[in-house]
């Protein structure tokens, strides 16, 4: 387990604090590997848009905390990282329920990372599909 998994790991265990974005919105995080990350969020009528919906922008701050996760497990000593793009698809509404993000690094080169995620509610349907690309923007 590399630096940034046991930093990981000391955040599922409680030991050191969520992001506050996480916190904000009710994001935990329920487990990790190397190159992928499961979280996943209550959704409530605090996260609805004026339809009554979930609003879209709460999805892509779960699927993007997932995705940037996931590539933060696959940097080196003295790396850090910040997302380039974001892209998402939604593909069904959620009013209020579980929502998980799992998401995975498809693609590690020496600069750049693709990674991929899915959402789904509380049935297991697939809710949106999301892919970014992330930079490392530090070396030691």
């Known amino acids: 387990m590399n630096k940034n998994q046991q930093m990981i790991q000391a955040v599922m265990e409680g030991k050191l604090p969520l992001p506050p974005i996480a916190e904000l919105i009710g994001i935990r995080l329920t487990s990790f590997g190397d190159g992928s990350v499961s979280m996943e969020m209550e959704a409530s009528k605090k996260h609805w848009n004026p339809m009554k919906t979930l609003h879209g922008g709460v999805l892509c701050d779960i699927a ?75 070396r030691k």
Request: proline share 1%.
């Open 64 to 138: 993007d905390a997932a995705m940037g996760t996931a590539f933060f497990t696959t940097l080196g000593e003295g790396e850090s990282y910040t997302t380039v793009d974001l892209d998402i698809r939604f593909l069904s509404p959620v009013t209020e329920g579980k929502v998980t993000a799992d998401a995975h690094v498809v693609k590690r080169g020496h600069l750049l990372g693709y990674v991929e995620c899915e959402l789904r509610d509380a049935k297991g349907e697939l809710i949106a599909k999301a892919n970014s690309n992330c930079i490392v923007t530090g």
